[in-house]
Nanobody
Framework: QVQLVESGGGLVQTGGSLQLSCATSGRSFSRNTLGWFRQAPGKELEFVAIINWNGGYIDYLKSVLDRFTISRDNEKNTVYLQMNSLKPEDTAVYYC??????????????????WGQGTQVTVSP
């Protein structure tokens, strides 16, 4: 059974930091692109960051560029999202996602086959 389990969400003040982790199990994603998405109340699911299998291709939502950093540890089957300088508009449920394709430019939720349960990130003004 494939599982993606996020952790690290919480409540933080504006300007604060959080690190999200997503541990995968049940199959290896060491050759696949992993991504982070988020969904704020009343809004659609939004791409945040992606990383290909070896970290050679990384991309971010423009509004989080220079504040968020995605990374992965294939030995630990884990992907991370370091979030710095958080803003109230970053408040959302954050989801990690795993693709099964062998490409890397996966920006749509439809490109991903496995999803975590989500972790809430709340940034207070």
């Amino acid at each position: 059974q494939v599982q993606l389990v996020e952790s690290g969400g919480g409540l933080v003040q504006t300007g604060g930091s959080l690190q999200l982790s997503c541990a995968t199990s049940g199959r290896s994603f060491s050759r696949n692109t992993l991504g982070w998405f988020r969904q704020a109340p009343g809004k659609e699911l939004e791409f945040v960051a992606i990383i290909n299998w070896n970290g050679g291709y990384i991309d971010y939502l423009k509004s989080v560029l220079d504040r968020f950093t995605i990374s992965r540890d294939n030995e630990k089957n884990t992907v991370y999202l370091q979030m710095n300088s958080l803003k109230p508009e970053d408040t959302a449920v954050y989801y990690c996602a795993a693709s099964t394709g062998l490409g890397h430019a996966y920006y749509s939720p439809n490109d991903y086959h496995y999803w975590g349960q989500g972790t809430q990130v709340t940034v207070s003004p």
